[in-house]
Structures are given as structure tokens and as C-alpha cells.
């Protein structure tokens, strides 16, 4: 006898079914399993669905995967996506050639008001994926749920497979909202307050010296810009695996660690700790951590122009390895972020030979990224950029949920064109992730700079004043922290001031409105709702190149402040309300708008985005328009109307004027006769402000 199965089910109703396999090997000899499939369908109706226009989301087991909604038998930019994904420098890969998707802990397939939701509800036994056949022309072939197993089981030893589980819904954002929070309380998931980060890396490159972090730590503290963090990117070591300084930093990275902290931000590092290049002295003191392939030669990665050797983290010696690098790299150099970056390397090699390959790779990898963990300690803050998703669930604080930014609306690279909506998509797609962590959409680059340095293209700033728009809002919405590369001592103070739309980083609660009937490739609408308050931002963007977008919309129920997340008494609340609705860029704004309302505002050009605030209207004012930050009042600002006066206390923390117009509740007036305040703050001005009110006649 060899493998037998036994299927356990933990859950079994009329609309979901939950399961998992116990596998054991009752031979005498090892057994090696690549694949275990649980699951399989070669018909739409097999699965309970219906065939006409059924739409598929595809989730994607790397940051470079593109996550796409799609609708079977349609070929087009949409299909196109969710069969492929997107290099790491920013680049559209084809994938109009093949015709499987790849998902990942997340599928969606059916029709409005009927989807089978498969997912994934663990992650930390072994890889797992859905995969559908599509025919020539786009239209379901089959289905197949399996987990990658990849290991060796020796005579009488059983294992579990990842549990299963197929669910029939009609409210697809509820499933999904109901999987992300599960498996944050099973892990017991990291979401820390989201930091604001500057990091090198996407203007500076691998070009980034001690003089470049100077020059802007300086500007920094003149400019006295809001950020948390200053990191230093790739750039600053003598090669990958060789964590000392090269030649550009000529002082100790402890000092460039204390410059930081005395410039009044939190030092911040980049590594790759599971790959070294070939000069790395950590191969010859230890050849036997290189991972290999099955005719004995190194396994390569290749990145940014170099190749590079991978270190075996089934190897346990490894893992000490990483402790120790990270304690020092911690508590002997000051550094409490760090972004850790292609760590898929140690999981994507095919053809590898492991060191222990009687232990699955998602176990191999969450011993790897725990050592990590503990040789940084527990206050750090963790960033993981390009590794598995679900395995690091409660070890991580943060994680990128796209490919790198570049700072062009199109790139000329490749044939596929667009780099920001592929980004933007991303980020947004991911929006359940900040369950799990602070989501990380890379950096914001609105630079103007026609002409290429230091032999760069990172350096390029080629976005028009509308793309800036929509990158800018781009990192508001992701929901998590946000980042920004600029060289300070070049970027105009035009381009620079949007920083203040997005800091400080307030917390939100992100969705995309109409998740599977999206029509268009891109996700137009986005539902921010700021989660200290009663203020929801409406985020549209215009995908065109060419038209206007209308941005006519109806005041919907799930556009309302936490409707989606309250009780009935809640909703049946906010539904008797009328709301102050305001578009930001162009400052019109609409009062007592009902829900059920058609709000008409500006048209959105080519290529650009406006955020629309929408806050009910109370007893207590409300801000309508703001120049400041997206959430109009979402920021450090504080409003109170009491006994008779309004109290208003707010410190601006940016170099440039920042305007409100307030609105008192209906009857009250200031003393002067207003209804409306008009206050504008000062750079860096604090204010504590009085008005006396009375009630209007």
C-alpha cells in the first residue's frame, strides 16, 4: 500500500462545506507528494452556477501577481490581468497567451447574487491555489483546489492538509470581510498604527550614498515634513549577503542610525536575508546553506540587472543565521524598521533540492521569518515586501500589496503600457489585507523631472497634474502606511505639498464599491470610511485617456459612514440622516443631501481622481471643504460646540497654509450673523480658537 486518504468535514450546510484531507503513507517505503488535489469541477454547473457572463476574482499568491475580476468567455484587459502579473520594476507581463488562472487563499466565480467564494481559511501548513481552465476563447474548462505539498513522507508518518472551504454567498463583500477577520483573530494578526516612511530606494537606487540620506535628513528637519520614519534602501552594503557598508557610507551604520534618530525620525533599513550573491563570504563559510537544483548547481535569482544564489531556509543553522543578523542589525545598530525584501526566493525555485524536504516550505518559511522576528524583538516594525502572503500572518507589521511604483502614467518599456493603474489596481484588490497588517502600496513619486540621472529610471517624474492626482490618492486608500521617495533638494514645492493630503496617516477602514461588478478593468469607486469618525471618502477615479468622467453618482446606502459594519438600529439611523457631501480638488460641496439622492459635482479629467467626503449632518459642525489633508477633517483636528461657543484647536504641522470652512448646525449662528467659518491656519501655526453662537432667526 502507498498514500491513503481520509476526508475530514468540519462544516456542511446548505450554502458552505468546510474540509481537509488526512494523508498517510501505509507502505514501506518514502513516498515524495508534489501535489495533493481536494477539489475539482469540469463544469460551471457542478459547481452550482450558472454559465452566462460568470465573473471570477483572482487573488495571487506573490505582490506581482495581478489580482483581476473578469468575466468568463470576455477576452480583454481585465481576463488579460488575472492571467498574469507584473515584473518588480513596475512592468506589465503578458498574459494574454496563457489560459490558466492561478489563485491563491481567495477566489470568487458566479453571478450577481450568486458566488461561490473558495478560499483558504489557514495558511500555515502548505501553499495551496485554485486553478481555471479557460478554452481558446476565455470559457470555463475546469476547477481544481489543491495545496503544494512538496515534501517526503516516510513509512506510517500522517499529515493534515490545509482546511478547504467552498461557500455560496450573495454579499460577497460580507464573505470576504468575514475570511479576512478570521484569519486575523486565528493568528492573531499585527496591525500596529500605520507609519509615514521616507526611503531612497525610487529616486536614488542602488546609486544612494551617506551624503544623499545628509542632504535629505537636512531638508527634512528645515522643512519640519511629518514623517515617521527615514529609511535607507537598497544601495548602502558592500553586496547582497554581505551586510556591511560599501564605500558610499563611509561611517559605521550605527552612526547613520543615530543621525537619523536626532533628526527626530525612527531609523529605518532594507534587507534580503534569503538571497547573497556569489561573493557573499557567507558562501564559503557555509556552502552547505546554498540551496541547489537536482543536477547539484546553485539555484538563481535574478534582480536588478544580478543573479543571485539562494540560501536554503529548510536548513535550521539558517534560521540562526537570521537571528543574529537582525539582533544586530536592531539592537547593535539602532535600526527598529526594517523592509525585507524577495523572499519568495526561498520558496519559487523550481527544480530546488531542500535540505529537509520532509517539512513543507510554508513551515520551513514561517521558522525562517519567526527567527527574524525574534532577533528584531517585538517593538520593531517589520515591513515584508515580495514574499508569501498568508504563512506570516501575526509576524509581519506590514506588507506590499503590488509591484514597484514608477512615476509615469505609461511605460515605453514594455507593450503593455499603463504602470500606474497596474499598481493602483493592485493595491486596491488587496484592500482585505489590512485585516492582516498595515498594507504597504509603494511609494509616492509626483516629481517633475523629464530627463533621466544618475542612468535611472526611478529618477523620471513624468505624471501629469491629473496623474498626480490619482497616485497621490492612491496611497489614502490603501488603508495602511504610507511612503514617499522624493529628492528633496530638487522636487518643487508644488509637487511636495501634497504631502499634506495624506499626513498624518489617519486609520480607514477601505473597500471597493461593487467588488465583482466592476465593469470596467480598473475599480472606479472606493469607499474610504475613517474609523474615529463619521466621515466616509468617495474615492473615482477616470481611467480614459481621452473623456471626461461624469461624476454624477446616487447617494447609496453603503456609501454612508459605517453603514456596511453597523447594526440595524444603526442603519436605519444614518438612512433618516442628510449628509454634507464636498468634492475635494474643486471644493463644491452639496448640503442635505438624502440618502437615495442624485449628487451632481465636477467632472474628473483623464487620468485623475477626486476624493468626495460625505459626513451627516448634526447637531455639531461639520467641516465642508478643506485644502488640507483628503479626510477633511479626519486629521488632528478638534471641534466642539458647547454651551453657546465653538471651540476649534488644530496645529499644522506643513510649511503651507491650510483653509476649512466650517458649517454650524442649522439655527445657530456665529455672533456676527455666519453660519459658515472660514478659517485658515498658517505654516505651522497653532491655533485654539473661540466663536461665540446664538440661535438663528
Same mark, same amino acid.
Given at each position: 500500500?502507498?498514500?491513503?486518504?481520509?476526508?475530514?468535514?468540519?462544516?456542511?450546510?446548505?450554502?458552505?462545506?468546510?474540509?481537509?484531507?488526512?494523508?498517510?503513507?501505509?507502505?514501506?517505503?518514502?513516498?515524495?507528494?508534489?501535489?495533493?488535489?481536494?477539489?475539482?469541477?469540469?463544469?460551471? #454547473? %457542478? /459547481?452550482? =452556477? &450558472?454559465?452566462?457572463?460568470?465573473?471570477?476574482?483572482?487573488? +495571487?499568491?506573490?505582490?506581482?501577481?495581478?489580482?483581476?475580476?473578469?468575466?468568463?468567455?470576455?477576452?480583454?484587459?481585465?481576463?488579460?490581468?488575472?492571467?498574469?502579473?507584473?515584473?518588480?520594476?513596475?512592468?506589465?507581463?503578458?498574459?494574454?497567451?496563457?489560459?490558466?488562472?492561478?489563485?491563491?487563499?481567495?477566489?470568487?466565480?458566479?453571478?450577481?447574487?450568486?458566488?461561490?467564494?473558495?478560499?483558504?481559511?489557514?495558511?500555515?501548513?502548505?501553499?495551496?491555489?485554485?486553478?481555471?481552465?479557460?478554452?481558446?476563447?476565455?470559457?470555463?474548462?475546469?476547477?481544481?483546489?489543491?495545496?503544494?505539498?512538496?515534501?517526503?513522507?516516510?513509512?506510517?508518518?500522517?499529515?493534515?492538509? #490545509? %482546511? /478547504?472551504? =467552498? &461557500?455560496?454567498?450573495?454579499?460577497?463583500?460580507?464573505?470576504? +470581510?468575514?475570511?479576512?477577520?478570521?484569519?486575523?483573530?486565528?493568528?492573531?494578526?499585527?496591525?500596529?498604527?500605520?507609519?509615514?516612511?521616507?526611503?531612497?530606494?525610487?529616486?536614488?537606487?542602488?546609486?544612494?550614498?551617506?551624503?544623499?540620506?545628509?542632504?535629505?535628513?537636512?531638508?527634512?528637519?528645515?522643512?519640519?515634513?511629518?514623517?515617521?520614519?527615514?529609511?535607507?534602501?537598497?544601495?548602502?552594503?558592500?553586496?547582497?549577503?554581505?551586510?556591511?557598508?560599501?564605500?558610499?557610507?563611509?561611517?559605521?551604520?550605527?552612526?547613520?542610525?543615530?543621525?537619523?534618530?536626532?533628526?527626530?525620525?525612527?531609523?529605518?533599513?532594507?534587507?534580503?536575508?534569503?538571497?547573497?550573491?556569489?561573493? %557573499?563570504?557567507?558562501?564559503?563559510?557555509?556552502?552547505?546553506?546554498?540551496?541547489?537544483?537536482?543536477?547539484?548547481?546553485?539555484?538563481?535569482?535574478?534582480?536588478?540587472?544580478?543573479?543571485?544564489?539562494?540560501?536554503?531556509?529548510?536548513?535550521?543553522?539558517?534560521?540562526?543565521?537570521?537571528?543574529?543578523?537582525?539582533?544586530?542589525?536592531?539592537?547593535?545598530?539602532?535600526?527598529?524598521?526594517?523592509?525585507?525584501?524577495?523572499?519568495?526566493?526561498?520558496?519559487?525555485?523550481?527544480?530546488?533540492?531542500?535540505?529537509?524536504?520532509?517539512?513543507?516550505?510554508?513551515?520551513?518559511?514561517?521558522?525562517?521569518?519567526?527567527?527574524?522576528?525574534?532577533?528584531?524583538?517585538?517593538?520593531?516594525?517589520?515591513?515584508?515586501?515580495?514574499?508569501?502572503?498568508?504563512?506570516?500572518?501575526?509576524l509581519v507589521d506590514a506588507q506590499r500589496t503590488g509591484s514597484d511604483v514608477l512615476s509615469m502614467w505609461s511605460s515605453t518599456i514594455n507593450k503593455n503600457g499603463k504602470a500606474a493603474p497596474y499598481t493602483v489596481k493592485q493595491s486596491v484588490l488587496r484592500y482585505y489585507m489590512n485585516t492582516w497588517w498595515n498594507n504597504d502600496p509603494d511609494a509616492l513619486m509626483i516629481r517633475k523631472n523629464e530627463i533621466m540621472e544618475r542612468d535611472l529610471r526611478l529618477t523620471y517624474g513624468l505624471l501629469n497634474e491629473e496623474e498626480v492626482k490619482t497616485c497621490t490618492i492612491n496611497q489614502y486608500m490603501s488603508g495602511?502606511?504610507?511612503?514617499?521617495?522624493?529628492?528633496?533638494?530638487?522636487?518643487?514645492?508644488?509637487?511636495?505639498?501634497?504631502?499634506?493630503?495624506?499626513?498624518?496617516?489617519?486609520?480607514?477602514?477601505?473597500?471597493?464599491?461593487?467588488?465583482?461588478?466592476?465593469?470596467?478593468?480598473?475599480?472606479?469607486?472606493?469607499?474610504?470610511?475613517?474609523?474615529?469618525?463619521?466621515?466616509?471618502?468617495?474615492?473615482?477615479?477616470?481611467?480614459?485617456?481621452?473623456?471626461?468622467?461624469?461624476?454624477?453618482?446616487?447617494?447609496?446606502?453603503?456609501?454612508?459612514?459605517?453603514?456596511?459594519?453597523?447594526?440595524?438600529?444603526?442603519?436605519?439611523?444614518?438612512?433618516?440622516?442628510?449628509?454634507?457631501?464636498?468634492?475635494?480638488?474643486?471644493?463644491?460641496?452639496?448640503?442635505?443631501?438624502?440618502?437615495?439622492?442624485?449628487?451632481?459635482?465636477?467632472?474628473?479629467?483623464?487620468?485623475?481622481?477626486?476624493?468626495?467626503?460625505?459626513?451627516?449632518?448634526?447637531?455639531?459642525?461639520?467641516?465642508?471643504?478643506?485644502?488640507?489633508?483628503?479626510?477633511?477633517?479626519?486629521?488632528?483636528?478638534?471641534?466642539?460646540?458647547?454651551?453657546?461657543?465653538?471651540?476649534?484647536?488644530?496645529?499644522?504641522?506643513?510649511?503651507?497654509?491650510?483653509?476649512?470652512?466650517?458649517?454650524?448646525?442649522?439655527?445657530?449662528?456665529?455672533?456676527?450673523?455666519?453660519?459658515?467659518?472660514?478659517?485658515?491656519?498658517?505654516p505651522f501655526e497653532k491655533i485654539n480658537k473661540q466663536w461665540r453662537c446664538q440661535n438663528g432667526i
Open positions: 500500500m502507498g498514500i491513503t486518504n481520509q476526508k475530514i468535514v468540519t462544516e456542511d450546510t446548505g450554502y458552505c462545506r468546510q474540509f481537509y484531507y488526512e494523508l498517510r503513507n501505509d507502505g514501506q517505503k518514502d513516498v515524495f507528494i508534489d501535489n495533493y488535489v481536494m477539489f475539482e469541477a469540469d463544469s460551471l #454547473e %457542478a /459547481l452550482g =452556477l &450558472e454559465g452566462a457572463d460568470c465573473r471570477v476574482f483572482r487573488s +495571487g499568491r506573490y505582490k506581482n501577481d495581478m489580482p483581476s475580476v473578469f468575466t468568463l468567455g470576455h477576452k480583454n484587459g481585465a481576463m488579460e490581468d488575472a492571467l498574469g502579473g507584473m515584473s518588480e520594476t513596475g512592468d506589465k507581463l503578458d498574459g494574454d497567451s496563457q489560459t490558466v488562472v492561478i489563485s491563491d487563499h481567495l477566489t470568487i466565480i458566479g453571478n450577481p447574487g450568486h458566488y461561490l467564494v473558495i478560499t483558504y481559511p489557514e495558511g500555515h501548513r502548505q501553499m495551496f491555489e485554485t486553478l481555471i481552465y479557460l478554452d481558446e476563447e476565455g470559457h470555463f474548462k475546469k476547477l481544481i483546489c489543491r495545496v503544494n505539498l512538496q515534501i517526503r513522507m516516510t513509512p506510517g508518518r500522517k499529515i493534515q492538509t #490545509e %482546511a /478547504l472551504r =467552498l &461557500e455560496y454567498t450573495g454579499d460577497v463583500e460580507k464573505t470576504i +470581510g468575514k475570511f479576512a477577520e478570521n484569519k486575523a483573530k486565528l493568528y492573531r494578526a499585527r496591525t500596529p498604527k500605520a507609519p509615514s516612511v521616507f526611503c531612497t530606494w525610487y529616486y536614488y537606487g542602488l546609486t544612494v550614498t551617506y551624503e544623499d540620506v545628509k542632504t535629505n535628513l537636512n531638508i527634512m528637519k528645515e522643512k519640519k515634513l511629518p514623517f515617521d520614519v527615514f529609511q535607507v534602501d537598497e544601495g548602502w552594503e558592500i553586496t547582497l549577503g554581505e551586510w556591511k557598508p560599501n564605500h558610499k557610507f563611509p561611517v559605521p551604520m550605527k552612526q547613520v542610525a543615530e543621525e537619523i534618530r536626532e533628526a527626530g525620525y525612527r531609523p529605518g533599513i532594507w534587507t534580503s536575508p534569503f538571497i547573497a550573491h556569489e561573493s %557573499a563570504t557567507i558562501w564559503q563559510t557555509h556552502p552547505e546553506w546554498m540551496l541547489k537544483d537536482k543536477n547539484g548547481n546553485p539555484c538563481l535569482f535574478p534582480m536588478n540587472d544580478t543573479v543571485y544564489q539562494v540560501l536554503d531556509i529548510t536548513n535550521p543553522e539558517t534560521w540562526d543565521y537570521f537571528r543574529e543578523l537582525y539582533r544586530m542589525l536592531t539592537f547593535d545598530w539602532g535600526y527598529t524598521y526594517h523592509k525585507l525584501d524577495f523572499t519568495r526566493a526561498s520558496v519559487c525555485m523550481e527544480n530546488a533540492v531542500y535540505f529537509d524536504d520532509t517539512i513543507t516550505l510554508v513551515e520551513a518559511y514561517i521558522k525562517a521569518v519567526s527567527a527574524i522576528r525574534e532577533g528584531m524583538g517585538e517593538e520593531s516594525y517589520f515591513l515584508m515586501c515580495g514574499g508569501l502572503y498568508d504563512p506570516i500572518v501575526g495602511g502606511l504610507m511612503c514617499s521617495t522624493e529628492p528633496l533638494d530638487k522636487i518643487d514645492e508644488e509637487r511636495l505639498s501634497n504631502l499634506k493630503r495624506i499626513l498624518p496617516v489617519v486609520s480607514t477602514r477601505v473597500e471597493p464599491m461593487d467588488f465583482m461588478d466592476v465593469k470596467e478593468r480598473y475599480p472606479e469607486n472606493i469607499k474610504v470610511d475613517l474609523q474615529s469618525q463619521d466621515i466616509t471618502s468617495l474615492v473615482r477615479i477616470n481611467w480614459s485617456d481621452e473623456k471626461d468622467m461624469e461624476p454624477d453618482f446616487i447617494l447609496e446606502s453603503d456609501m454612508l459612514p459605517g453603514y456596511r459594519n453597523g447594526d440595524e438600529d444603526r442603519r436605519r439611523a444614518l438612512l433618516g440622516m442628510e449628509y454634507a457631501v464636498c468634492d475635494y480638488y474643486t471644493g463644491e460641496y452639496r448640503i442635505g443631501v438624502k440618502p437615495g439622492d442624485k449628487v451632481t459635482l465636477p467632472a474628473i479629467k483623464p487620468h485623475g481622481a477626486t476624493v468626495i467626503k460625505i459626513q451627516p449632518v448634526s447637531n455639531q459642525p461639520v467641516i465642508v471643504k478643506s485644502t488640507g489633508h483628503f479626510s477633511m477633517g479626519g486629521e488632528d483636528i478638534a471641534m466642539e460646540l458647547k454651551d453657546s461657543v465653538l471651540e476649534i484647536a488644530y496645529e499644522n504641522p506643513f510649511g503651507w497654509e491650510i483653509s476649512y470652512t466650517v458649517m454650524l448646525p442649522e439655527g445657530t449662528l456665529t455672533e456676527q450673523g455666519e453660519r459658515f467659518i472660514e478659517l485658515k491656519v498658517a
